[in-house]
């Protein structure tokens, strides 16, 4: 029986090869959205699953206070002194170890690399469980042991026998190499979006105490995205359990103001979890949003086929009756409908394997993601999948043509009648509203992310390189001389050192007030350590008072026994502080408290700059210090004049290595530090303008076969209207109003959808665009002027038709 069943499914098939083509299709497109969704976020949400603890292996997170001026809710990270804290006091824990990343020039003879060096507690390596080539999980016991990957291995020696070579870090501290590792997989944390930073180079504590005096305890302000402190557990643990266990040792270590200013609480995370962290870091929902839209383009296409194979039942009613009057059995036209469509799914789906088995490999590529197909977990679920499919978009169309007598069968009553043109309506509105919400949110989207990449141009970020891991000492103090170096170039306007750059998203902050001891009435601030040359190389204009003057020793915070310092403020500090103009505060003082041991410090405004958004993309605009001094300064920044020589660059490097040649030169311009960040959000609109494209186009495609059908229906009512005297324009008016009223009343359910949803995408931002409701309206029109071209086709190649040949049909 069932081989008879999947016989005439295939002889329908064949007999209508259009509509079966587009039934495959668009059920294979849909499924291979939903899969490709699907498969990503679990991809997403398992990382670090290879490593055998896993299962009782947690990551320690940062619940912020509003009042921290940051615009993140909180880090995947904490005070460092919370780890042995937690040790000490929760006896289900294991190990405890924090990670901790640095920069610094590795030396091999005279190669030199600029390297991130992991320094982290010896435990580690027994919660971590990674594939030594050589050496062993006791490396770390050595102040001087070093860790490294096979690929650094080759890169440094060219070769991975390397147990007892010595490397030396910024010229001056010396680490022997104690292991070898086999290459730490991509789908782990250590590769995480934004805050991974790999996990390549691996030494101790120990050694970093050794070359900063870094408390071994811990401390209560290094949260440096990407540093992790980590909990195993002898047990799996209860997350909630965990969670409140860790935050009673919180409270009672953490003073309650630094808890209202700063860190409210501490979050528990599996360690699977931790890679996406990054996203309740934002707090954009993503990848809950990219299974979303994989489902409803999914939706999109089972109602294509649905509304396709009710249509097509008006030319098989009357196999239905003659098999009925034979004495067929409901039961057996339903599992042969059924059949039919579980077949159309399994073809759809071997299709939809197919476009993943290409399109996986190249998302890998672009991505540097490792998403792959493992078929014998998959299996279960693509055949389930498969089934839940076809049984769904059967379903209906199965039930409507088997649900009438002989006698309607024969007579097509059951698709002639209200019934049937309300369900068909309802199907296509369905469609038109998935696709228009989707195409909605991809144009506000869209225009939001082309409002931030303009805002960025307020600075020059084309004409600016930047000189990058210049916060080594050697290296700071060679600042002048480089500086001269680079001056003399031709095509080099000017130069500035600085701890942060403009999209650097950095938060160095602290607390001031306006009258000395006043701390009921702090404001939250950030600095930025700067040379007197930064406001003109990055274009800051000044709305009032003056810039920094190498020639006023107050300009310059390089005197420590001084408390006292001239600073450039924005406008929005000047307003916070409580100052009725940036006129009025020229020449104002305002205090930062110390503690109890030291005097509070004297901040004097001499400049007020104009707000503007330093670290850009979704952060809100700041209250920002710009202080003049030299011990800080993380990134140099050159200002290359429109139509410099070609070979500015170059001699730009050749600059640094006559100024200082033992540290190799690292550079990009200002642009590309934004591209890091924004290529995320041009990412997101990309999969949502894809996803978009996809469910409009499943449900036009929709809309061009129902509206053949139903045209060819019509074609005896068309005849007798022409002979009767109807004009070709008032036939197609007949006909696209009757299929434009379902569009219609999508674009009533969908608009208000969009306007919700957009808006909770633009809430992210501080600065918004102002047109939602146009953009949203314009999709809207966009998608009603898409179907009634399709529908415009379709009733003038009807009203054109003979009305002799109308009157012949049937």
């Known amino acids: 029986m069932l081989q008879n069943y999947l016989m005439i499914a295939l002889r329908a098939m064949a007999k209508n090869k259009l509509y079966a083509l587009i039934n495959i299709l668009g059920l294979a497109v849909g499924l291979s959205i939903y899969l490709f969704a699907a498969i990503l976020a679990d991809y997403e949400y398992n990382h670090d699953t290879g490593f055998a603890n896993h299962e009782r292996t947690y990551t320690v997170g940062s619940i912020l206070s509003p009042r921290a001026s940051i615009s993140v ?21 294991e190990y405890m170890a924090r990670a901790v990343n640095q920069n610094y020039l590795v030396s091999i003879g005279d190669k030199h690399f600029h390297e991130t060096v992991k320094f982290a507690d010896k435990e580690f390596l027994h919660i971590f469980d990674f594939n030594y080539i050589s050496g062993n999980s006791q490396a770390l016991y050595d102040p001087s042991g070093l860790v490294i990957t096979e690929s650094i291995a080759n890169k440094w020696f060219g070769r991975t026998d390397v147990i007892g070579e010595n490397i030396q870090l910024n010229h001056e501290h010396d680490l022997y190499i104690k292991a070898v590792i086999e290459d730490v997989p991509r789908n782990t944390h250590f590769y995480g979006l934004i805050t991974g930073s790999g996990m390549e180079i691996l030494t101790s504590l120990v050694a970093l105490n050794r070359f900063t005096g870094w408390d071994l305890e811990g401390n209560w302000n ?13 047990e799996p643990a209860d997350i909630d359990t965990l969670e409140q266990k860790v935050n009673a040792i919180f409270d009672r270590n953490v003073d309650p103001e630094m808890q209202e200013n700063f860190m409210a609480s501490l979050t528990i995370r599996p360690l699977k979890a931790t890679a996406s962290a990054v996203w309740d870091m934002v707090g954009m929902p993503v990848i809950e949003s990219v299974q979303l839209l ?73 991505t540097d993601k490792v998403v792959n197909l493992q078929y014998i977990s998959l299996l279960p679920w693509l055949l389930t999948t498969t089934v839940v499919v076809g049984l769904i978009a059967g379903a209906y169309p199965a039930f409507l043509i088997t649900k009438t007598s002989p006698i309607d069968a024969l007579k097509d009553a059951h698709v002639k009648g209200i019934k049937g043109n309300l369900f068909r309506s309802l199907m296509i509105g369905i469609q038109f509203m998935l696709s228009i919400f989707m195409l909605a949110l991809v144009m506000i989207v869209f225009f939001q992310n082309e409002k931030v990449k303009e805002g960025s141009n307020i600075y020059p970020k084309d004409e600016v390189l930047l000189l990058e891991r210049v916060g080594v000492q050697d290296i700071r103090d060679r600042e002048d001389v480089l500086k001269n170096e680079l001056l003399a170039i031709n095509g080099v306007r000017s130069v500035s050192f600085s701890s942060q750059v403009p999209f650097e998203q950095s938060n160095n902050g602290r607390a001031v007030s306006r009258t000395k001891g006043d701390e009921e009435n702090e404001v939250g601030i950030n600095i930025n350590v700067v040379d007197h040359d930064f406001m003109r190389t990055f274009d800051v204009p000044l709305v009032a008072g003056r810039d920094f003057d190498q020639n006023i020793v107050a300009d310059a915070n390089t005197n420590n026994e001084r408390n006292q310092v001239n600073v450039i403020v924005n406008e929005l500090l000047v307003d ?151 004009s070709l324009t008032q036939i197609i008016k007949l006909i696209s109003w009757q299929f434009s009223k379902p569009v219609i009343w999508a674009i009533a359910v969908a608009l208000p959808l969009a306007y919700i949803a957009s808006g909770m995408y633009l809430n992210f931002f501080a600065d918004r665009i102002s047109m939602q409701l146009p953009l949203i309206l314009l999709a809207g029109v966009f998608a009603v002027a898409l179907a009634w071209l399709i529908i415009a086709f379709h009733a003038l190649r009807v009203a054109r038709a003979n009305p002799i040949n109308a009157l012949r049909y049937e």
């Open 576 to 726: 916070r502080l409580g100052f009725a103009s940036p006129q009025e505060a020229l020449g104002q003082s305002f205090w930062q408290d110390r503690g109890e041991d030291a005097e509070p410090f004297e901040y004097t405004i001499i400049g007020v700059m104009e707000d503007q958004n330093l670290q850009g993309l979704h952060n809100s605009v700041k209250s920002w210090i710009f202080l003049n001094s030299g011990d800080r300064h993380n990134y140099g920044a050159v200002r290359i004049a429109k139509g410099a020589p070609a070979n500015v660059v170059s001699q730009i490097e050749q600059a640094w290595q006559r100024a200082i040649p033992d540290y190799p030169i690292e550079h990009r311009f200002l642009d590309d530090m934004f591209d890091d960040v924004y290529s995320i959000y041009e990412a997101m609109n990309g999969v949502l303008a894809g996803f978009a494209s996809l469910a409009l186009l499943l449900a036009l495609i929709g809309l061009f076969g129902m509206a053949a059908f139903m045209a060819r229906g019509k074609t005896r009512e068309i005849g007798i209207r022409k002979v009767l005297g109807a």
């Open 294 to 366: 994989g489902l409803l383009v999914l939706i999109i296409a089972i109602v294509n086929y649905t509304n396709l194979a009710t249509a097509q039942s008006m030319g098989r009613a009357r196999e239905v009756g003659l098999r009925k009057t034979m004495g067929a059995k409901r039961s057996q036209l339903m599992s042969q409908f059924l059949i039919e469509s579980l077949t159309t799914a399994v073809f759809a789906m071997l299709i939809a394997v197919a476009i993943l088995e290409a399109a996986i490999p190249a998302f890998n590529n672009v």
């Open 73 to 93: 809710g909180e880090l995947d990270n904490t005070y460092t002194t919370m780890g042995p804290l937690i040790k000490a006091d929760m006896d289900e824990v």
């Open 222 to 234: 290094n949260i440096s995205t990407g540093n992790h402190t980590y909990l195993m557990t002898y």
